[in-house]
């Protein structure tokens, strides 16, 4: 039983052929800077969006034809999609994938019931991961869907929906492991506030480090070493939402004791609704030795909300691919794609035609940024514009050698600053272009 039966494997043709179910850029067993550009790229294909999304947006119903869905979310259905997801997965050539726990599997009438059904799906799950290869980059648990979570998860502020929470992460951890998951993801859709007149952030904030210092414990008493990871988004659903951006986690790790325990796993979309470019996020992250994964997508200019866009911009690949290249790579994390295809876009195919589009604008990033930094001129720019710290009194203040007296002293001495340089940045932007 075939469920893209018009779709055989991916394969890469190269950059003349115009077959739009083939890699034109993408080149899995190429070598770009000494690693293959699998190992550049860990692609990843995500549940939610490619399996579970159905066009709906807040003014319209669901507009996906999906020939395999029986219209429920039942059980069997959850064990059909599986099928599905591992056959769109294969042919597509990805080597990895992600979910939240109920993405996979319908919930139950109780937790322990839910539980039993989820066993029942990661169970073929992992045959299918098994025949495949495929490998499950990270799992996470949806704690925004429910209702229950409606003040929030970690951050509630009732706390038996707390401790439902906490049963909830422990489960997919659990399931996280028994799938050899790599990284373990957080997102806290609902960890945040609508209003502060009813909000005691202090609290909410000294119950998410607890929850994050028992999720730590637990996975270490069952021996998942798989990296932790927080994903900054600003708001939406949550007006304010915790995680805000790389700085705010980055905040909250360090006054909670998680520094090494939790990383980052940046998204482009989130970080323009942070307003900031995912250069930036990716950039501060990794500075911080923090850049743990990312969420491949984009936003749209025109509209404000998060619309999860398969990534196409050769730009902004390009930013992303000179940051990760600068901290050698991502793994264990990888690029993953959580996108969702346009509500216009509602054919089974055009799934292989947005994974192939973003795949083929990563590998393009990777090679041009590749050429960026092969020829240098980039890195000897921005190393000759710090140069008056190499030598002098700026070695000196780095050293930490001169005191506010000394810096007078020299400039009372000297009456006035060297000029500045030109920051270049039409140049710039022109070298970024001849690589292009
Ligand atoms: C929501 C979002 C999530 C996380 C995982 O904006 O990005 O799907 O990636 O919970
Ligand atoms: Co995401």
Not at 177 to 197: A, K, S
Not at 271 to 284: K, N, S, V
Request: net charge negative; with cysteine.
């Amino acid at each position: 039983m075939s469920y893209f039966p018009e779709v055989s494997k991916i394969e890469y043709e190269g950059s003349d052929s115009r077959n739009p179910l083939a890699f034109h850029h993408y080149n899995p067993s190429e070598i770009v800077a000494g690693k293959t550009m699998e190992e550049w790229l860990r692609f990843s294909v995500c549940y939610w969006h490619t399996f579970r999304g159905t066009g709906t947006d807040p003014f319209g119903a669901p507009t996906m034809q999906r020939p395999w869905e029986d219209g429920t979310n039942s059980v069997d259905m959850a064990l059909k999609r599986v099928d599905v997801a591992f056959e769109f997965m294969e042919k597509l050539g990805a080597p990895f994938y992600c979910f939240h726990d109920r993405d996979v599997a319908p919930e139950g009438s109780s937790l322990r019931e839910t539980n039993a059904i989820l066993d029942k799906v990661v169970a073929k799950l992992k045959a299918e991961q098994e025949r495949t290869g495929i490998k499950l980059l990270w799992g996470t648990a949806n704690m925004f869907s429910n209702p229950r979570f409606m003040h929030g998860a970690a951050t509630t502020c009732n706390a038996d929906v707390f401790a439902y929470a906490a049963a909830q992460v422990k489960k997919a951890i659990e399931v996280t492991h028994e799938l050899g998951g790599i990284n373990y993801v957080f997102w806290g859709g609902r960890e945040g506030y609508h209003n502060l007149y009813n909000t005691d952030m202090k609290r909410e904030l000294d119950h998410l480090g607890r929850f994050m210092h028992l999720a730590h414990e637990y996975a270490e008493s069952i021996g998942f070493t798989g990296q932790f990871l927080f994903e900054p988004k600003p708001k939406e659903p949550t007006k304010h939402q915790y995680d805000f951006d790389a700085a705010a986690c980055l905040n909250f790790i360090r006054a909670n004791g998680l520094e090494g325990v939790v990383k980052l796993n940046i998204e482009t979309n989130h970080a323009t609704l942070a307003g900031h470019t995912m250069m930036h996020e990716l950039a501060y992250a990794s500075m911080q030795d923090a850049l743990g994964s990312i969420d491949a997508n984009t936003g749209d200019l025109l509209l404000g909300w998060d619309t999860d866009q398969f990534p196409t911009d050769i730009y902004l690949t390009t930013q992303c691919m000179l940051v990760i290249m600068g901290q050698d790579g991502l793994a264990p994390g990888g690029v993953n794609f959580d996108a969702k295809v346009r509500r216009e876009s509602f054919e089974p195919v055009d799934l292989f035609y947005a994974h192939i589009g973003g795949m083929d604008a990563f590998a393009r990033g990777l090679k041009i940024a590749a050429k960026i930094r092969e020829e240098g001129r980039l890195a000897q720019i921005v190393t000759d514009r710090y140069s008056s710290w190499d030598s002098g009194i700026g070695a000196k203040i780095e050293a930490g050698e001169a005191s506010f007296a000394d810096l007078e002293a020299y400039m009372l001495e000297k009456g006035e600053a060297a000029p500045n340089q030109s920051g270049r940045q039409e140049l710039l932007e022109n070298l970024i272009n001849d690589c292009l």
